[in-house]
């Protein structure tokens, strides 16, 4: 399993104290999910909710804010840009326009992103033949 962990503040739903959320992402096989949940130390109430991906943008908000972003980035010949357009669109889905500049940025840029999610994009790249690097900047 591969997850990362991230933390936001909120306030507790039955008293209204301030509690910190603990905002995970996983990869446990190939199911890609989120979770959110805390435990209010004022009254003991306990939440959690979460769900598979795609992420709400304020649980990545708080993944990429308590770690810093993991990067891929294309290595030697990227071959046919067709086969990464096809891998970038069957990922993140919208039209070919924005596969086409996606792909683009990738190869002049590389990209970021959690490290869930650079790690799903890498493997689909590594099935897809498509030679790529990552760098995961926490040390692991
Ligand atoms: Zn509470």
């Known amino acids: 399993m591969i997850f990362q962990v991230g ?3 909120s306030t507790c739903d039955k008293c209204g104290a301030t509690v910190t959320f603990t905002a995970t992402e ?14 209010c130390s004022s009254c003991g109430n ?7 991906a795609p992420l709400p943008q304020y649980i990545r908000d708080a993944i990429l804010a308590s770690n810093p972003p993991s990067r891929i980035s ?11 357009l096809k ?20 190869r002049e840029n590389g990209r970021g992103g959690t490290k869930v999610e650079i790690t799903i ?20």
């Open 7 to 9: 933390t936001l503040q």
């Open 26 to 39: 996983a990869l446990i096989y190939d199911r890609h999910r989120w979770d959110l949940e805390y435990a």
């Open 46 to 52: 306990a939440q959690h909710t979460g769900g598979p």
């Open 74 to 84: 294309l290595s030697g010949e990227t071959g046919s840009g067709a086969v990464l």
């Open 87 to 106: 891998v970038l669109r069957s990922l993140n889905g919208g039209s070919i326009a924005e596969a086409k500049a996606a792909a683009e940025e990738m």
């Open 121 to 140: 994009l890498k493997k689909a790249l590594d099935a897809a033949g498509v030679d790529s690097i990552v760098s995961h900047s926490e040390g692991d």
